[in-house]
């Protein structure tokens, strides 16, 4: 195996991988660093999923990078405007030489006597097998398995005339024109793919098990449009950047401490949209406000879908599929052409990569979360895992801040490694997410890390404290041990 030498490995070419190798450039420019990516293009899943209609459920003034305004008129943009935007930053930041295409780090460990990770990576074109080491590892592979979704096994599926389609593996040549389409699932994914191919169905049913929040708004913010005409650009992108994130951390605040009147506030408001629709069945959800995230509409077209009768929704337990649909318990045949699977994702931590310490294998679940970013007893390790409650990329550029951060003062004071260790008075642990009921973290919870009650080992899932506290706080807490080995 040839062997290699850098600073840093940097693992995925999504979203967070890119903005990490803008931040190297502008923080730690004479660092070594390459990013490798197992797939054949950059982006992540943005360039995973094709499914139609396929676009970001957040605001692209948080869901853009910190350093790199968003520009364009929509303000909700669809993943091909968001693969652009990815394509401009690796040209602007001269990217390409350091993504590594269908490069898949298959392990890591992580060995004490040189304070080096071992990496080792296989070239898919060419089966060559390379082992890099590197001071750092930054792990950018996202949080879900890219090969399949959560598939659930249901009954009678092989007995169904039609096809069956997972949102992960769409197929881009998939014919639902004049069809009867059941999108089963009622998340962010079901409310993007149902109102998108109802305009060429013959009918879509969004069959759901129970209901979900959604929340209706344009898809382009106006007073942002109003304001680049008499100022510039990047500052008008930082001051709807900061409003954005200010009301979205009121908003979540006052809901959680409120979520009786902010649950009918909601239904309230879908009431309006749907005057003649059955909303108490179909769209009061059995559990809590921003227990599960809540799903975005833009300009109404989920709801507008239903009013012109394109799509319906059916709120119902599957029994089995039958050769011409889907049967519910309630005894009801839904009539199906194609059925998709909008089931949920499988979570995974690192991209599903085998993380060891000293040749033993680390268990995550045994380990404890340092400022939702590091690990208990990995050294000189990181993780990029946006919030639940907010952007992803808004908690990924924190954490490439932090680990640019780190490595200078490392640098400065001539550390070779810095390793959480969790001090004995840090008392009940608690799960990596506490308060949330979607099904895709409940069924991964046991395969997370664990968080205390007392910062900096707590996940608090709160931008403006993380903010304060990645640019701010000390790094040699008592908590981040160094060494000069």
Known sequence: MNQNFLDVIVVGAGISGIGAGAHFNTNCPNKSYLIFEGRENFGGTWDLFKYPGIRSDSDMHTLGYSFKPWNHRKSIATGPLIMDYLKETIDEYNLDEKIKYSHHVESANWDESECLWEVKVLNKKTSEKFIYKSKFLYMCAGYYRYSSGHEPDFQGSNDFNGQIVHPQKWPESLNYEDKRVVVIGSGATAATIVPEIAKKAKLVTMLQRSPTYYVSRPDEDKVALFLQKFLPKRFVYKLIRFRNVYLQQLLFKRVRAFPKKAKKFLIDEVRKELPDFDVDKHFVPNYNPWEQRLCLVPNSDLF??????????????????????????????????????????????????????????????????????????????????????????????????????????????????????????????????????????????????????????????????????????????????????
């Open 304 to 485: 507008e879908s239903i009013k012109n009768k394109s799509a319906t929704v059916v709120t119902d337990h599957i029994e089995k599929f039958e050769e011409n649909g889907v049967r519910v318990k309630s005894g009801e045949l839904i009539e199906a052409d194609i059925i998709v699977t909008a089931t949920g994702l499988v979570l995974q931590n690192f991209g599903g990569i085998d993380i060891s310490v000293n040749n033993k294998l680390v268990n995550v679940s045994d380990t404890m979360t340092y400022k939702s970013l590091m690990y208990s007893d990995i050294p000189n390790f990181v993780n990029s895992f946006g919030y639940i409650n907010a952007s992803w990329t808004l908690k990924a550029d924190l954490t490439s801040t932090f680990i640019c951060r780190l490595i200078n003062f490392m640098d400065k004071n001539g550390f070779n490694a810095a390793c959480p260790k969790k001090p004995e008075n840090v008392g009940e642990t608690f799960d990596w997410l506490t308060g949330y009921s979607s099904g895709y973290i409940q069924r991964s919870l046991h395969l997370h890390p664990k968080q205390g009650d007392k910062k900096p080992w707590v996940n608090y899932q709160d931008y403006i404290r993380d903010w304060i506290d990645v640019k701010f706080s000390k790094l040699e807490d008592g908590n981040l041990v160094f060494s000069k080995n």
